[in-house]
């Protein structure tokens, strides 16, 4: 079971980061040519702000929990995550690092998070919880589909460069 204190601190960096996500995946949008992808980022950064929104509904609101100060990353490398993954400018090292590094940890740790709720006292958490990874799973497989349809010779081994360097930030924080 999870403290109020731990709760907090585990909303507040899911809302944070999928705030982020919502910006960045949106602001590509305007910059990328192929309409498939356009689309799917376009759609994809709207549910990551949805999570935000969802998450941010069962933020702690009491005297020592203030949920506009609880959104904020749970350390200081998730800002520098945030950082590579958002200076990719080519739509290949974009969806590579959303989908085939960013995405994955993220499903991961909502997985983790989830696990440690109490259905008795995190359940309103834990229901927004499994909502997002429902979703979060959904977009990587349409993720990893538009990003295999771009694979050609060459683009394998930019792409597993690209990967290399988004899970090397990922495993500093």
């Known amino acids: 079971m999870l403290s109020i204190d731990t709760t907090a601190a585990l909303v507040g960096h899911a809302c944070w980061v999928e705030r982020r996500c919502f910006e960045t995946l949106g602001g590509w949008v305007p910059t990328v040519s192929e309409p498939e992808a356009k689309l799917a980022l376009a759609r994809h950064s709207r549910h990551h702000g949805w999570h935000a929104e969802l998450l941010g509904e069962v933020l702690p609101a ?35 690092g959303v989908y085939q590094a960013l995405l994955p940890s993220l499903v991961s740790a909502y997985d983790e998070a989830f696990e440690r709720t109490s259905a008795w006292s995190d359940g309103p958490v834990a229901r927004r919880v499994r909502l997002v990874v429902d979703d979060e799973r959904s977009d990587l497989a349409e993720g990893l589909a538009l ?26 924080r």
Not at 75 to 83: E, T
């Open 62 to 96: 009491t005297r020592a929990h203030d949920p506009a100060r609880l959104v904020a990353p749970a350390d200081p490398g998730w800002n520098d995550v945030l950082a590579v993954v958002a200076e990719a400018t080519t739509t290949l090292d974009r969806l590579v």
């Open 147 to 172: 990003l295999e349809r771009r694979l050609e010779d060459g683009a394998v081994d930019r792409a597993a460069e690209r990967r290399a360097a988004v899970e090397s930030v990922l495993a500093g």
